[in-house]
């Protein structure tokens, strides 16, 4: 049974940091894309940043470019999100996602196959 685990949401101050991880087991994801997602109260879900099969190739929002940070280590089949400079905008629940049979990033959510449960996090201001 495949499944993707997240990891590391919480509540933070505005400016403040936090690293998500998302890990994978039931199959190996070494030769996958994968990918981070968001959805706040009342919004559509929203494509956050994404990696190659390799980590060669980052993918991001132009909202999070420059703060946040997509990697992975696919000796521990997981992957990291780190989040700097957040603000009141950034609150969501956050996604781990994974593409079955490619290693390319791609921003539609409808690309991925598996999906994690979601982390929330809440951003005070």
């Known amino acids: 049974q495949v499944q993707l685990v997240e990891s590391g949401g919480g509540l933070v101050q505005a400016g403040g940091s936090l690293r998500l991880s998302c890990a994978a087991s039931g199959r190996t994801f070494s030769n996958s894309a994968m990918g981070w997602f968001r959805q706040a109260p009342g919004k559509a879900r929203q494509f956050v940043a994404a990696v190659s099969w390799n980590g060669g190739i980052t993918y991001y929002a132009d909202s999070v470019k420059g703060r946040f940070t997509i990697s992975r280590d696919n000796a521990k089949n997981t992957v990291y999100l780190r989040m700097n400079s957040l603000n009141s905008e950034d609150t969501a629940v956050y996604y781990c996602?994974?593409?079955?049979?490619?290693?390319?990033?791609?921003?539609?959510?409808?690309?991925?196959?598996?999906w994690g449960q979601g982390t929330q996090v809440t951003v005070s201001s």
């Open positions: 996602a994974a593409r079955r049979l490619s290693g390319v990033p791609m921003p539609r959510a409808d690309e991925y196959d598996y």
